[in-house]
């Protein structure tokens, strides 16, 4: 377990909770860090190529895990709309379909996304016009298949799951 919140970062200004993220800045071609429960997730600028920095990244990682448990600094994290989403006394205040909405996210959607190195998180849902707004994070934040994830799978699932052909769901980058 890295973190239980979620951090993202988008430029060196962000590290304040992650020493790991800030130590991660100082690699050139590191453009933006995600740490969730148990993964890093890099975004890298165009001057390298994968091929060329993944064992350089993967053994400094490895390193860096075993010389210190400090990934994450939970005090230092700013209680964030995120933040808040994520607290039990939100879940409950909720509308009994914005619940369902968050479970079947947090179950099926979630896990796949996770492992692409991307978050999703639930924002809202408007049950006047049956809109549903997410937010991507890590990998998944500006991905050009985001789009088609969406539409075709994750509103998909949703109209199935609650019944309901008229979900639109619209994303926002984290």
């Known amino acids: 377990m890295l973190t239980k919140t979620a951090v993202e970062c988008k430029n060196i200004d962000e590290t304040k909770a992650s020493p790991l993220a800030k130590v991660l800045f100082s690699f050139p071609f590191v453009k933006e860090v995600f740490i969730d429960e148990n993964y890093v997730s890099i975004t890298k600028y165009d001057i390298a190529d994968w091929n060329e920095i993944t064992f350089e990244l993967r053994n400094f990682l490895k390193q860096y895990l075993e010389q210190t448990d400090l990934v994450v600094d939970e005090?230092?994290?700013?209680?964030?709309?995120?933040?808040?989403?994520?607290?039990?006394?939100?879940?409950?205040?909720?509308?009994?379909?914005?619940?369902?909405?968050?479970?079947?996210?947090?179950e099926y959607v979630k896990p796949a996304v996770q492992s692409d190195g991307g978050n999703i998180t639930f924002n809202s849902y408007d049950e006047t016009s049956n809109v549903v707004k997410v937010t991507l994070q890590g990998a998944c934040s500006g991905c050009p298949s985001s789009t088609f994830t969406l539409k075709n799978g994750i509103e998909n699932m949703l109209r199935q799951m609650l019944s309901n052909n008229t979900i639109i769901v619209e994303a926002m980058n984290g």
């Open 75 to 106: 005090s230092l994290i700013e209680k964030t709309d995120n933040f808040k989403i994520k607290q039990d006394e939100y879940f409950d205040n909720l509308d009994v379909t914005s619940q369902q909405i968050i479970n079947i996210l947090e």
